[in-house]
């Protein structure tokens, strides 16, 4: 029962020191992390942000990891014969000194079989794995995103 199910995998605020949603791991910053708001039954949505690798050692976030997702792939947007498809990934590349941004038509994190369906206003964990083995755990708002235009035509829509 989807509301009975809900409390298992989405925080309480109440118990959330109030730090915002940003991260951070050593040298690797998140900001602005959210999760797209989806319509009911919706059995997949997808996780965007900011990394921004102030280190002088690249990284690459490598797995990801939610309660609220049986499955969260890494995902990019490729062009193929003209025609942008989703693609998984193994890795994100986040290089020393670079700011990559995580966004729709470009990288994102797939979430699919989800639990619930994520509500605007909601805050949906996340963690993510990088290749130097650190994790960081985000509490991801939930929020209406728009889909990127070249997405609507194919079944690719939304992520
Ligand atoms: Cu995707």
Redesign the pocket.
Known sequence: MRLAARPLFLLSLLSLPLLGAAAEVDSLAVEGDHVRAVPPGSA?T?AFMTLTNAGETDLALVEGASPLAGRL?L???VMVDGVMQ???VEAIPLPAGETVRLAPGGW???MFELAATPVEGERVELTLTLDNGETMTLEAPVQRVQPMAMDMSGD?QG?
């Open positions: 997949t997808a792939e995902h990019n947007h989703m693609r998984r994102h994190l797939m690719d992520h």
